[in-house]
């Protein structure tokens, strides 16, 4: 099975997405920030990580950073969430090395799609 890890700082965007990804049929994963989340990632090893960019303590930014300087990480593929209007947030997240980006409100189909492209399914 797929394991995908969420990684976001609100409570709801959490139980959203990760009720769709389990209804795909993805094993999912939560953190509460960008420390939580590289933690989890560890623990977890997760095909692909959806990865919010406000967050406290460690922000998406931060995380994908941390990401590319381990080995055990850099090869996880990461969806970021960006807010809207926030181009210049996806353009940094691409050149971090994000894989792909969504624009929050995104659709749990457009979720879903991005997921399974990632993960090569
Ligand atoms: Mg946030």
């Known amino acids: 099975m797929i394991k995908v ?3 976001d ?4 965007l959490r139980r959203i997405t990760k009720f769709n990804l389990k209804r795909a049929g993805f094993e999912v994963y939560e953190a509460v920030d960008g420390l939580d ?3 989890k990632m560890k623990e977890t090893k997760p095909q692909v990580v959806i990865l919010d960019v406000m967050m406290p303590n460690l922000d998406g930014f931060g995380v994908l950073a941390k990401m ?3 080995l055990e990480l850099s090869g996880i593929k990461v969806i970021m969430l960006t807010a ?3 181009d210049d947030d996806a353009e940094h997240a691409v050149k971090l090395g994000a894989n792909m980006f969504l624009t929050k409100p995104f ?3 457009n979720l879903v799609e991005a997921v399974n492209e990632l993960a090569g399914k």
């Open 5 to 7: 890890l969420v990684v």
């Open 9 to 12: 700082d609100s409570d709801v």
């Open 37 to 39: 989340g590289l933690k």
């Open 68 to 70: 590319h300087e381990d």
């Open 84 to 86: 809207k209007g926030g």
């Open 107 to 109: 659709s749990p189909k």
